[in-house]
C-alpha cells in the first residue's frame, strides 16, 4: 500500500472502530494508539516530500510501525469466535470470504476438420485454449462406450490411429490443464474412416 492509501486506510480503520467500538472489544492495539501512529505517519508522509533521507527514514519507520498496529488488530478481528463477515466489515479493514468463489471455468477446445489419412486412421485439427498442457481425444463407434484414444502435446499433426476402418467414429477433445484440471470434452465430430 501507498503512502497516501495506508494514510487513508488507517484513517477509516481508527475511525470505524471508534463508531463500532461495542464489536471490536479488547484489541491488541488500542484505537487510540493506533491514532497516534496514524497521526505520526501522517505527519512524517508530509514531512518527508522533497526533504532528504532522514525524513525518508523517519516515514519509514513510522510506516512500520502502523501497519504492525493493522496488522495485530486485524489478526484479532479475525480471530474472534461468531464474528460475521458483515460485522467484521464494521471495522473498516477489507473482508475475504474464502470459498465463495466458484473455480475459475476453462474454455473447450473446438474440433475443427476430421480427415482421413490412411486405413484405420483419422486426422484432427483443433483449436485448442490458451493454457493448455495437452489435449486428450476419445472416439465412439456406434451407440459403444466411448473408448480414449490418444494424448498429444499439440494442435500439429493429430492422428488418432488404430481405429475400425469403414466405420463411422465420433471423435471429441479436451484440453488438460495439470494439477487435475480438464476442459469439457468438445463437441462430437463424426466422419467415416477408409
Known sequence: ???EDLDDFATKVCGCLTLNAS???GLPASVANLG???GNYHTALSNSKNAGTIA???KKAKRLILLGLLRQDA???QG???MTADNARLSGYDVIVGGSHGPVPVSTPIILKVFNVAPGKLGVNVKAPKGYKSLEFRTTVGTAAPVRAETFPSTRD???EDLESLKLHAVQCRAV???KRYSEWSDPVSHTTT
Do not use: C, P, Y
Open 158 to 160: 493429430i492422428v488418432l
Open 80 to 82: 474472534i469466535v461468531g
Open 36 to 38: 497516534i501512529a496514524q
Open 177 to 179: 490443464f495439470g494439477n
Open 23 to 25: 464489536l471490536f472489544t
Open 1 to 3: 500500500m501507498k503512502g
Open 75 to 77: 489478526l484479532f478481528i
Open 56 to 58: 525518508t527514514a523517519d
